[in-house]
């Protein structure tokens, strides 16, 4: 095999309780990615679509994690890519982390997966920390692995799949305004009294609980964020607006996705999930801001191979 063609899955971050650790991967919503053998060493990318990014390898997210992988496998020859942008690049739904978990699962493919999937994931993160000088694999591990992913080690690198509960479905809702990752940090405390620590672990220790045992009252009642969303709400308009009238119409529970500005809901069956996008559309209507409304259901997939 000497090309590849991949849809690259958009994620949800965070996850209100679990901030830089937990994760989840969407289905149907992403972007796509064509990855050919060269004879020349390196990487090259020829062609982006949908969005206005670099084709220079050193300064994409692809290109980076890309030749991070080549230089671990030391390899006689390269690739070439094209990267078919389907996610907006700052929607908080992890575009970039679209491209590096792409770029990665497509190398190991068409070599004949010498490498597990988990062992993709650090590559993949020096993608991440060109777009967000951060290394961070809430995003990048669902994208790879599929389901919900914890990580529950970054020293050493330790990544927990959890499959999806069957009944569960996300709405996503995209206004169209920026959020830079690194304002959305730079306003986070450096510290945290520990009351609110402990309310933080608790939330993540019963979402896990509930994800595992499909408790889906005990999922809701764990969404909760005390440590980034009092602060980062204030940079998306109309969130606490969002918020209530999603939970007002049976959403199990509402926070930011990643670092903004997209919001994202937790819901129990499709149709639930259908009814709160089509409330919360009416929020946003009521404004002059742009927006894109998402549903789906969780891939416990990750990157995959097209046709």
């Known amino acids: 095999m000497n090309e590849i063609k991949l849809f690259c899955p958009a994620t949800v971050a965070n996850l209100s309780c679990g901030f830089d650790v ?7 919503i992403g972007d796509e990615m064509i990855i050919r053998k060269s004879n020349e060493k390196g990487i090259r990318i020829t062609k982006i679509t949908g969005a206005d990014l670099p084709l220079e390898t050193e300064k994409n997210v692809a290109g980076v994690a890309g030749m991070a992988l080549l230089n671990h496998l030391n390899l006689e020859f390269g690739f070439e890519i094209e990267i078919h942008k389907k996610i907006k690049a700052g929607s908080g739904i992890g575009s970039s982390a679209a491209s590096a978990a792409g770029i990665v699962v497509g190398i190991n493919e068409l070599l004949g997966n010498p490498l597990l999937r988990k062992e993709l994931i650090p590559f993949a993160m020096e993608g991440e920390f060109l777009a967000s000088v951060s290394y961070h694999a809430d995003n990048v591990a669902p994208a790879i692995l599929g389901g919900f992913t914890l990580v529950r080690s970054y020293d050493p690198l330790e990544v927990i799949k959890i ?7 996300v709405t996503i809702i995209h206004p169209h305004i920026e959020v830079k990752t690194s304002e959305a940090r730079s306003i986070l405390p450096k510290e945290i009294p520990l009351k609110t620590a402990i309310t933080q672990w608790g939330n993540l220790g019963g979402l896990i609980s509930g994800l595992y045992t499909e408790d889906y009252e005990l999922i809701g009642r764990s969404l909760q964020d005390v440590v980034a969303e009092p602060y980062r709400k204030n940079l998306i308009p109309e969130f606490d607006n969002v918020k209530k009238v999603a939970l007002e119409n049976g959403a ?5 996705s990643g670092s903004g500005p997209s919001i994202y809901t937790l819901n129990k069956s499709y149709k639930t999930a259908e009814n709160v996008a089509n409330e919360i ?3 946003y209507s009521k404004t002059k801001i742009g927006f894109d409304v998402y549903t789906s259901k969780i891939c416990d997939n990750g990157v995959i191979k097209l046709k």
Do not use: A, M, R
């Not at 937990?22 to 149907?28: I, Q, T, Y």
């Not at 499959?163 to 479905?169: H, M, Q, R, T, Y």
């Not at 199990?252 to 930011?256: A, D, K, Q, S, T």
């Open 281 to 283: 559309k009416k929020v």
């Open 163 to 169: 499959k999806s509960p069957k009944d569960l479905f």
């Open 252 to 256: 199990l529970g509402c926070g930011i």
């Open 22 to 28: 937990l994760g989840l991967c969407l289905e149907g």
